[in-house]
């Protein structure tokens, strides 16, 4: 089977590695696999220095039917079997034309629920809403981001939930530090909670604030606001900016991970830090109570709420029973239902079922 997979952009994020984790396992038996993105970055050199096809095709999230004739154009050129997307509604639409046009099968792997600006809502809405009649796989990461392209108006019975998965590592053991790292690994952008964290983290004299992830969104300034913000909040020396390539070699130095987002698909971030028995910290946004169950697999606290947040980050860091309980009690619970194997046997089904 020949497969193309279109992502979102040239960076390394939750719907690239999926996709790549994807990409693996059909490669594993077989299948002969291509990625497509809109430009050339960090998640392109790894795929392709993993031996992987890479091509570049500029489909932004304007809504330009030249670029889904180019698409075509590819598929036709590369004799696809299948289009696995995951993009977002302006190129979700095109690439569904663009399959039509190819007469090539198309798998729409929805991450996130989309946002939309103002001036632009109710056209890409309604052109999404109607592309996806012609995906022959709509597929969504949790049960919340399904219900939320229903209530876009995407067709009711037609979207399956496969959620992400990860690898269990054989050491889950939780330890403390001192001084204490609480760690949050994400792009760097308000909706990641980034500030409410720093003022959170000025609440906790005692500990140290990891923040792992790039400025992708406003090409640095975003993060000069965070610098400046700790600057003001007295604790500037206490927070380390920076990306990370091994994300699993920094979650073993973390003792707790927050992510306190407003916004969320199924967040790949948790899964590692659960998987790891790290006691996690989050918002119930999105898919993550389908991970996380407040007070059993980490604690949940409200979006946009500091003071909540530095209070249960306090009762993780002064209670290392209570650490200890919600990690291995989250490590359980991916090993149960958020496995990687779980995954690529579903989507690799649908592959089939499709093909």
């Known amino acids: 089977m020949r497969i193309v997979h279109l992502v979102i952009g040239g960076d390394v994020a939750g719907g690239q590695l999926v996709a790549l984790r994807l990409a693996r396992a059909a490669r594993a038996r077989g299948d002969e696999i291509a990625f497509v993105a809109p430009e050339r970055g960090p998640f392109t050199e790894l795929a392709a220095g993993e031996g992987f ?11 330009q039917l030249g670029a889904a004739w180019r698409l075509a154009r590819l598929l036709r050129r590369r004799r696809a079997d299948l289009l696995h997307t995951h993009t977002l509604a302006a190129a979700n639409a095109l690439a569904r034309l663009a399959g039509a ?15 939309f600006r103002p001036a632009t809502r109710r056209l890409l809405a309604w052109l999404d809403n109607v592309t996806a009649r012609l995906a022959a796989r709509l597929v969504a990461v949790s049960e919340d981001t399904k219900r939320a392209y229903e209530r876009q108006g995407y067709p009711r019975g037609r979207i399956e939930v496969v959620y992400n998965g990860v690898d269990l590592p054989a050491d889950g053991v939780y330890r403390r530090n001192d001084p204490a790292r609480i760690g949050e690994i994400a792009r760097l952008c308000d909706v990641k909670g980034q500030r409410e964290l720093l003022q959170a983290l000025a609440r906790l004299p005692d500990a140290m604030l990891v923040l792992a992830g790039r400025d992708l969104e406003r090409g640095g ?8 913000e700790s600057e003001r909040l007295g604790i500037r020396e206490r927070v380390e900016f920076g990306f990370h390539e091994d994300v699993p070699g920094l979650l073993e130095t973390l003792d707790v991970v927050a992510l306190p ?24 946004v999105g898919g993550t109570p389908e991970l996380v169950t407040d007070g059993e697999t980490g604690l949940l606290v409200p979006p946009r709420d500091p003071e909540a947040l530095a209070e249960a980050l306090r009762r993780v860091l002064d209670e290392p029973d209570l650490a200890r309980r919600l990690g291995e009690a989250a490590r359980a619970r991916v090993a149960e239902r958020f496995s990687a194997a779980e995954q690529e046997r579903r989507m690799l089904e649908i592959y089939d079922d499709v093909v």
């Not at 190819?102 to 996130?112: D, E, G, N, T």
Request: zero cysteines; charged letters at 25%; hydrophobic letters at 45%.
């Open 221 to 228: 300034e975003y993060q000069d606001e965070l610098e400046r």
């Open 53 to 63: 096809s890479v091509e570049i095709l500029p489909l932004r999230r304007s809504f």
């Open 101 to 115: 046009a190819a007469r090539v099968p198309v798998v729409s792997h929805l991450h996130i629920e989309n946002h």
């Open 261 to 284: 987002s407003w916004t969320e698909g199924l967040p790949l971030v948790l899964l590692e830090a659960m998987a790891r028995g790290r006691p996690v910290v989050a918002t119930p």
